[in-house]
C-alpha cells in the first residue's frame, strides 16, 4: 500500500506565488524525501530531511517535518513556471540491513502561469 | 558521467511477446532499482538490488524478472508480456558508502514507456 499521500493532487498558481504541497505518510520512517518529475522524464531528488529533523531549506525548497502527525510539508517561494511539474514525497525505511525501500506518494501536479 | 541511462526509451509489444529493458549507471553505485509508474498510481517498486549477484522482490514483482550480472547494469525481463504490463518503467540507483552507510538519494533515469496490445 502507498505510504506517502501527497495533498492536493493538483495545484494552480500565478508566477511569483508560493506553493505549499503536504505529504502524510503512515509508518516510522528514517528520512522523507521530496522529488520533482517534469512531464515525460525522470524524477529528481530535490532534498531529504531525517526524522530527527524539523525544517530543512534548499534554495526557494523549504521542508518541515512532523514526526508526531506523520506529515511533512513542501514550500517552493517565489514560484517560476520552470517549476511547473509533479512533486513525490518518499518515505525511507531501513527495515534491517540493506533492505532499505523508498515508497511513493501519488505526487501533486504544480503547475505555475506565467 | 551519464548518470543513469536506460534503453529502449519506447517499445510496443504485442501480448505474450517477451523484452529485456537494460539499466546502466556509471556512479558505481550498489543500489539500483526497478519500478514501474502508472497514472494515479506514483510509483511502484518491481524489483531491487543490493549488488552485484543479488536480487530482491518489491511490492509488484509478479510477471518480471531481473539479473544484475554486473555491478553496473540492472536488467528488468518480462517474459510473456500481458496488457496489464503497459506502464512507465523507471530505474534507479543510490550509493552504499565505504563506511557501510547507504545514502537515500535514488537517481533515476528517464524511464522505458512500454505498450502492450
Known amino acids: 500500500s502507498q505510504q506517502g499521500e501527497e495533498d492536493p493532487q493538483a495545484l494552480s498558481i500565478q508566477e511569483g506565488e508560493n506553493a505549499t504541497m503536504n505529504c502524510s505518510y503512515k509508518t516510522s520512517i528514517n528520512n522523507l524525501q521530496w522529488y520533482r518529475q517534469n512531464s515525460g522524464r525522470g524524477l529528481v531528488h530535490l532534498i531529504l530531511i531525517r526524522s530527527n529533523e524539523r525544517e530543512k531549506h534548499s534554495g526557494r525548497l523549504r521542508v518541515t517535518l512532523d514526526t508526531s502527525k506523520k506529515s511533512s510539508s513542501l514550500l517552493i517561494t517565489a514560484s517560476r513556471a520552470a517549476d511547473t511539474a509533479s512533486y513525490f514525497c518518499?518515505?525511507?525505511?531501513?527495515?534491517?540491513?540493506?533492505?532499505?525501500?523508498?515508497?511513493f506518494g501519488k505526487g501533486t501536479l504544480l503547475t505555475v502561469n506565467p | 558521467n551519464a548518470g543513469v541511462t536506460q534503453t529502449p526509451k519506447f517499445r510496443v509489444l504485442k501480448t505474450g511477446q517477451s523484452m529485456t529493458l537494460l539499466c546502466a549507471q556509471d556512479m558505481n553505485h550498489e543500489y539500483m532499482y526497478w519500478y514501474r509508474q502508472d497514472p494515479g498510481m506514483g510509483l511502484r517498486l518491481i524489483h531491487y538490488?543490493?549488488?552485484?549477484?543479488?536480487?530482491a522482490k518489491g511490492e509488484v514483482p509478479d510477471g518480471y524478472n531481473v539479473s544484475r550480472l554486473k555491478k553496473q547494469n540492472f536488467l528488468l525481463g518480462l517474459e510473456s508480456a500481458a496488457p496489464s504490463q503497459t506502464s512507465v518503467y523507471f530505474c534507479?540507483?543510490?550509493?552504499?558508502?565505504?563506511?557501510?552507510?547507504?545514502?537515500?538519494?535514488?537517481?533515476f533515469g528517464p524511464g522505458t514507456r512500454l505498450l502492450v496490445l
Open positions: 534507479a540507483s543510490r550509493l552504499l558508502t565505504s563506511s557501510g552507510r547507504a545514502i537515500g538519494t535514488q537517481y
Open positions: 538490488s543490493v549488488g552485484e549477484g543479488t536480487t
Open positions: 518518499a518515505t525511507g525505511l531501513n527495515s534491517g540491513g540493506s533492505n532499505y525501500k523508498l515508497t
